[in-house]
């Protein structure tokens, strides 16, 4: 009779069914955790656009309009910089720093120069994570330069139901904004109701290495990339229009397709996000809504006009 007590012990078989067991349970838990962690990256996202809203109101309040879109226009006489073109120039991005808790590095700004000029290299260079959706991400641009170097980002503002130039397009006449060129509206003039009335959207920043890629997602220079229009639908499979260059096909980020314009005031640039269905976009009386990708396109425009006398109903 053995004095060695029998050893008890998963055979090969039991242990490769406990291992299946597990794997189908990651396998389960995984979509679970992505999910979650995709909703807290949206609800961050949903608070930054809400700050920005507010941000707005508060420059509304002590200025009585909205920051310009852009602070020149074309055939606007040049300020010191390196080139004259006034999308090289200012746009919105740098005028409310104040009302984002960002006074100290706002104040370095010299507004007397192009935004792209090197003395607002320090300015450009410097990253506020509240311009960058989690979901999505900030990129840099030409960061070797100390005259192109900057972010591009993730929010953008509305600049109307048309294209870049706020003209009439295929037939469609321009409704008005709440951004434009020189300068924006005041909130009595967006008629068709501030809870109507798209105030700022999300856009996918294209990435620039090695260099300049296109006007998408540039929100600290006005090249037309810091606004969106409503001529398209949100994550619209139809390709935007932009001027002078797209971004290559490797560093589109999600952006489904871009063609070229033959001129900036045709760009057009939709609203475009990496959440699930839709886009995050803030409307003019600050409120934050979740906008679906299957929205009908005569409400979405309708939404980006401030003064188009449409009836777009429930979204």
Known sequence: MSVYPKRRAFTLIELLVVIAIIAVLIALLLPAVQQAREAARRTQCKNQLKQLGLAMHNYHDTSRQLPPGTIKWNGDPARTGPTSAYYDDHGWYSQIGPYIDQAPLFNTINFSAQFSDPS???ARRAKISL??????????NEWGSNTWSRWRGNYVVNWGNTNYGQTASAGVNFGGAPFSYRGSSNFSGITDGMSNTLMMAEIIASTTTPGWGGPISEIQIATGGQAFMGWLTPNSAACDLAYRLCPA????????CCNLSGDDVSQYFTSRSKHTGGVQVVMCDGAVRFVSNNIDQNVWRGLSTARGSETVGDF
Request: charged residues 10%.
């Open 131 to 140: 311009f960058g959706c989690p979901t999505s991400g900030m990129q840099n």
């Open 249 to 256: 096909t490797s560093e589109l980020n999600g952006i489904s």
């Open 120 to 122: 607002n290299e320090p």
